[in-house]
Nanobody, 121 residues
């Protein structure tokens, strides 16, 4: 059974930094073949893609409003992903979800339970 567990959320003042982590377990396919993504859902809004890191090339992509502030990484040995968030803004507030989707095998799409990030003064 595949599990994704996020950690690292919390309350931070504007301008501060947080590092979110996503620990994975139970993947039958190679971790390197999964696209790792972080989504954010603010109250009353739809879940939106914040950042992704793609397979063996580790190509990254970001939503426009986090470019230059957030960095997504993956650690193949530990089978984890992280989202380093800097220069946090109030509008970054929301529940952050880790997602792992296989790059070629349909149906291998897994989610964590989410971790809350609140940016407030």
């Amino acid at each position: 059974q595949v599990q994704l567990v996020e950690s690292g959320g919390g309350l931070m003042q504007p301008g501060g930094s947080l590092r979110l982590s996503c620990a994975t377990s139970g993947m039958s396919a190679s971790f390197s073949n999964y696209i790792m993504r972080w989504f954010r859902q603010a109250p009353g809004r739809e879940r939106e893609l914040v950042a992704s890191i793609i397979t063996t090339a580790d190509t990254t992509d970001y939503a426009d409003d986090v470019k230059g502030r957030f960095i997504i990484t993956r650690d193949r040995a530990r089978k984890t992903s992280a989202l380093q968030m800097t220069s946090l803004k109030v509008e970054d507030t929301g529940t952050y979800y880790c997602n792992a989707v296989h790059s070629t095998i349909r149906g291998l799409d897994f989610w964590g339970q989410g971790t809350q990030v609140t940016v407030s003064s």
